[in-house]
């Protein structure tokens, strides 16, 4: 079964400073991967996602993050901070033979210090 | 275009009482999946519906429960409600393939007391 691994559970970072957010995944089959953003008391918002076309992926609000399969990783990146950035992030992969069965990482909490 | 709409925001319970949270997937989508979040946690994969059936489920009891409706919307159950069930429940909905990505819902807030 396909998991996620976030290695980080909290980030902090200045504003206008690069945010780098670290996913490992493991998959059986040809995965999709997806980054998503979850705001205080909201639901999940997509970033972006991967499913096999190009391996840097670009998202809203200038993320971007790009998959590597020989590390098996898929880091979420931006160049600079914004204060609305903060936020729990969630890397998430899904076994495309395996009906759209979603698993989420535990979360990476984004603080952004002015 | 309304996207994925769930009801109630909030709901308190007591231990042993059952359940009902509603969920309307985003217009075109017919797919709906249900996830528990815990508080600090990330979702948890409940359950996914598809042409009224259920298509996968995680790990959880038979406790929890569902049904889709002809219109795509969706129905989670839980009965015999146990402290540990306190949670953010998501509503998720998507079309039909394995690379489409999930719509969420704001979610429903459950307190057990």
């Known amino acids: 079964a396909q998991s996620v691994t976030q290695l980080d559970s909290h980030v902090s970072v200045s504003e206008g400073t690069p945010v780098l957010l670290r996913c490992n995944y493991s998959?059986?089959?040809?995965?999709?991967l997806f980054w998503y953003v979850q705001h205080p008391n909201k639901g999940l918002q997509l970033l972006l996602k991967y499913t096999s076309a190009a391996t840097l992926v670009k998202g809203i609000n200038g993320f971007e993050a790009e998959f590597k399969k020989s590390e098996t990783s898929f880091h979420l990146t931006k160049p600079s901070a914004h204060m609305s950035d903060a936020a729990e992030y969630f890397c998430?992969?899904?076994?495309?033979?395996?009906?759209?069965?979603?698993?989420f990482g535990a979360g990476t909490r984004l603080t952004v210090k002015p | 275009d309304a996207g994925v709409t769930q009801s109630p925001t909030h709901l308190i319970k007591t231990r042993g009482q059952q359940v009902t949270l509603r969920c309307s997937p985003k217009s075109g989508h017919d797919t709906v999946s249900w996830y528990q979040q815990a508080l600090g946690q990330g979702p948890q994969f409940i359950f996914q519906?598809?042409?009224?059936?259920?298509?996968q489920r995680g790990n959880f009891p038979d406790r929890f429960s569902g049904h889709q409706f002809p219109n795509y919307s969706s129905e989670l159950n839980v009965n015999a409600l146990l402290l540990g069930d306190s949670a953010l429940y998501l509503c998720?909905?998507?079309?039909?393939?394995?690379?489409?990505?999930?719509?969420f819902g704001d979610g429903t807030r459950l307190s057990i007391l």
């Open positions: 998959s059986s089959y040809s995965p999709s």
């Open positions: 998720a909905s998507s079309l039909a393939g394995s690379n489409q990505p999930q719509h």
């Open positions: 998430v992969v899904s076994d495309r033979g395996n009906n759209n069965d979603m698993r």
């Open positions: 519906y598809y042409e009224e059936e259920e298509r």
